[in-house]
């Protein structure tokens, strides 16, 4: 009888793979027409070589395939023995901050993390989003900025839920024509105090970690 109902509600996913890999791919389109275009992580595949001749990748941040001496906070090297955060530069409050997106009456949070993502990738390169709960919540009074532009009126402050992501693969790029930023950096927790002002600082610190 065991066995019977087994073989009853059996299903062979074999059939089904295709579709499911398909449907789990993350912005793939990207790689289409790269001749390297591979089911690998091409991003921990050797892309230079220095003068002693080691070997480094581009694109990763692993610990033994980033250059250590890289001295460029826009690098994805850059402080390669520690974990760091992607900040922005606010080119209207000359402050930097965390990548910020608006989130419109009836979005989702996944929805409006997507839309950011994509507004600074352009789907180059990906992310992969952890966690379905903010890790810090945060309520602050409109800039003078922000209270002139005509889609805030009647409201009173602005409500900010902050989540993590990890970079998932291709080369960092950025083009900030349309948004409120000019430049970025990775930046390490340990440095993020010389980035963020006292109060920003304060609110954020907790919610990062060192490795």
């Given at each position: 009888m065991r066995s019977k109902i087994m073989n009853e509600y059996f299903c062979n996913t074999k059939q089904y793979m295709e579709e499911i890999e398909e449907t789990a791919k993350m912005n793939e389109d990207i790689f289409a027409d790269n001749l390297l275009n591979s089911r690998m992580n091409m991003d921990n595949y050797a892309t230079h070589k220095n003068e002693d001749g080691s070997e480094y990748c581009a694109a990763s941040k692993h610990f033994s395939k980033v250059d250590p001496e890289c001295p460029d906070p826009r690098s994805l090297h850059y402080a390669g023995e520690d974990r760091?955060?992607?900040?922005?530069?606010?080119?209207?409050?000359?402050?930097?901050?965390?990548?910020?997106?608006?989130?419109?009456?009836?979005?989702?949070?996944?929805?409006?993390?997507?839309?950011?993502?994509?507004?600074?990738?352009?789907?180059?390169?990906?992310?992969?989003?952890?966690?379905?709960?903010?890790?810090?919540?945060?309520?602050?009074?409109?800039?003078?900025?922000?209270?002139?532009?005509?889609?805030?009126?009647?409201?009173?402050?602005?409500?900010?839920?902050?989540?993590?992501?990890?970079?998932?693969?291709?080369?960092?790029?950025?083009?900030?024509?349309?948004?409120?930023?000019?430049?970025w950096a990775w930046v390490p927790k340990r440095k993020l105090n010389e980035y963020m002002d006292e109060e920003y600082h304060k609110i954020f610190i907790d919610a990062t970690f060192t490795r």
């Open positions: 760091v955060y992607l900040m922005l530069h606010n080119k209207y409050t000359d402050k930097w901050e965390f990548p910020t997106g608006k989130m419109m009456l009836g979005q989702s949070f996944m929805r409006a993390k997507q839309n950011l993502f994509v507004e600074y990738s352009a789907n180059k390169w990906q992310v992969k989003f952890y966690a379905s709960i903010p890790l810090v919540h945060t309520i602050r009074d409109m800039t003078e900025a922000e209270k002139e532009d005509p889609w805030n009126e009647g409201y009173r402050g602005v409500r900010t839920y902050f989540f993590g992501a990890h970079h998932f693969r291709g080369l960092p790029e950025f083009d900030f024509e349309g948004t409120d930023h000019d430049d």
